[in-house]
């Protein structure tokens, strides 16, 4: 089993920044990739970024790219989403999740985070 916690969630202006953070216990933390995902009322989950175990390798849903940057420490056993330029449409509840062979969909990880609200005000 891995538990993960996200935090770092809040409301920003449009334009602002913020770095949500997701922190893993239980089984290594180094075997997995790691995603980030979204979800807002009424639509479905949205894939954001991914990162590899080694965090060598990173991928970016369409919508973020240039904008979004993820990041790992496998020292702390935790997984960062930098978002700068943010926009109304990024407001969601964001989750972290730990597969072995997570990419960009959903059903390829294991674990997931009970999330965290992004509010972003125009």
């Known amino acids: 089993q891995v538990q993960l916690v996200e935090s770092g969630g809040g409301l920003v202006q449009a334009g602002g920044s913020l770095r949500l953070s997701c922190a893993a216990s239980g089984r290594t933390f180094s075997d997995y990739n790691m995603g980030w995902f979204r979800q807002a009322p009424g639509k479905e989950r949205e894939f954001v970024a991914q990162?590899?175990?080694?965090?060598?390798?990173?991928y970016y849903g369409d919508s973020v790219k240039g904008r979004f940057t993820i990041s790992r420490d496998n020292t702390k056993n935790t997984v960062y989403l930098q978002m700068n330029s943010l926009k109304p449409e990024d407001t969601a509840l964001y989750y972290c999740?730990?597969?072995?062979?997570?990419?960009?969909?959903?059903?390829?990880?294991?674990?997931w985070g009970q999330g965290t609200q992004v509010t972003v005000s125009s």
């Open positions: 999740a730990a597969g072995l062979h997570g990419n960009n969909v959903a059903r390829r990880y294991d674990y």
């Open positions: 990162i590899s175990w080694s965090g060598h390798s990173t």
